[in-house]
């Protein structure tokens, strides 16, 4: 098997990088969790889910600053297909900051409280402002996905995108001969 050139090497780990976030983003989300809530009882199914949203906001943490890094050096390397795709990482990187890192810790406190009292959350005192949290943090979640979608979609095509950086560079290093 024969090795990648080296400059396509950065892209194919900004695209892995890529369908790693998005692709267990929309499965936890999207697919695992709902059947957690009807294969299981709530509390359990709340407990498991809380766990999967845990991973998945670390794992969408070190991907979104990993790819934004990346991103950051494609452009630099005339890459300019990358650009534009920073701005759907930092939107993605912001909603997986608030949802997980500012959300996700109110809502975890009101479910310990809600079962250190001998109840769940959905029938403790805490349901109206759990179900706030809980609906704000979905929509974060939802915003996420749909970012992630679109940064799946606009994706540069591998070859193409080698043959434009590769433009760059030599139109980069004909302006410094030049001037």
């Keep these: 098997m024969k090795a990648a050139p080296v400059s396509l090497m950065p892209h194919r780990f900004f695209r892995l990088l890529t369908v790693v976030w998005v692709g267990s ?24 889910a809380a766990q999967l949203f845990r991973i998945e906001g670390v794992l969408g943490a070190v991907c979104g600053i990993l ?3 990346l991103a950051n050096v494609l452009v630099r390397r005339g890459a300019n297909a990358y650009r534009q795709l920073r701005w759907l990482i930092v939107g993605m990187l912001v909603c ?8 996700q810790p109110f809502m975890n406190a009101i479910r310990i409280a809600a079962l250190q009292a ?11 402002r759990f ?14 996905s749909l970012l992630g979608v679109a940064l799946v979609w606009k994706l540069p095509a591998g070859a193409g995108i080698v ?10 290093a004909a302006g410094k001969v030049a001037g």
């Design 96 to 103: 997986v900051l608030v949802g997980y890192f500012a959300l």
């Design 67 to 69: 790819l934004l890094g």
């Design 163 to 172: 043959a434009a950086e590769q433009q760059g560079t030599a139109r980069d």
């Design 25 to 48: 983003l929309l499965t936890i989300g999207y697919a695992v969790a709902p059947v957690l809530f009807t294969s299981l009882d709530r509390i359990s199914a709340g407990a498991v």
């Design 118 to 128: 001998g109840t769940d959350v959905g029938h403790s005192a805490y349901a109206t």
């Design 131 to 144: 179900g706030v949290l809980h609906g704000v943090s979905s929509l974060f979640y939802l915003i996420e």
